[in-house]
């Protein structure tokens, strides 16, 4: 189950392991159910899929580059058996350039993503995504649930990808992009959770 939860409105689909996912994105072009265009890491590609003529899809967040990646995330979460929600108030990303809102949101939740498949017990394979604003700071959270250890190097996550070129390199991405707004990345444990906080001055 996906659950959205957008200002005071809740929207919650679910999607089905077994569905015809190739049914699904053309029902989404007439706005059926969940928008569905897909965030690339090239510029035009992103440009290209979201001026797509008739296939704007359906504004849950207020930003609809956030619906995007969402989006595309959250169909991959269903067809794994990982519950994924969210509570956003996409508008606070307006300030944002497009391909910082998919570095950030689509890195965070690649690791996310990552992680969760590698929990035996599908019950237990969690993520949340918050946008939102906290006083003076646009504040963006993601939590995952994790059941094993996690491996720490200069006081940053190490990823667990085999391919050492690009070790840790979500994270430094994320990083960098988020410097770039003279915002800050914390990342905390406890409990069994990964807590990325991404904190930005207001625009």
């Known amino acids: 189950m996906v659950v959205f939860i957008t200002g005071c409105r809740i929207v919650i689909f679910r999607v089905c392991i077994r569905t015809d996912l190739d049914t699904a994105e053309r029902n989404l072009c007439t706005g059926v159910d969940i928008p569905v265009t897909v965030c690339s890491n090239q510029r035009s590609d992103v440009i290209c899929q979201l001026l797509t003529p008739g296939c704007s899809g359906q504004n849950k967040t207020g930003n609809k580059v956030l619906d ?118 914390s990342i905390d444990t406890k409990e069994n959770w990964f807590d990325l906080k991404i904190l930005i001055p207001a625009s």
């Open 68 to 185: 995007t990646v969402l989006t595309t995330k959250s169909l991959y979460c269903a067809k794994n058996n990982i519950t994924f929600t969210c509570v956003a108030d996409g508008a606070l990303l307006d300030f944002m350039d497009v391909m910082d809102i998919c570095s950030i949101f689509g890195n965070a939740l690649d690791n996310a993503i990552e992680c969760e498949l590698k929990i035996p017990d599908k019950e237990k394979r969690l993520i949340h995504v918050s946008v939102s604003k906290q006083k003076n700071f646009l504040l963006l959270r993601f939590e995952n649930y994790y059941d094993t250890e996690l491996n720490y190097q200069g006081g940053a996550f190490i990823t667990t990808k085999r391919d050492k070129e690009f070790h840790g390199y979500g994270l430094k991405s994320i990083r960098y992009t988020v410097n770039k707004y003279d915002g800050a990345v």
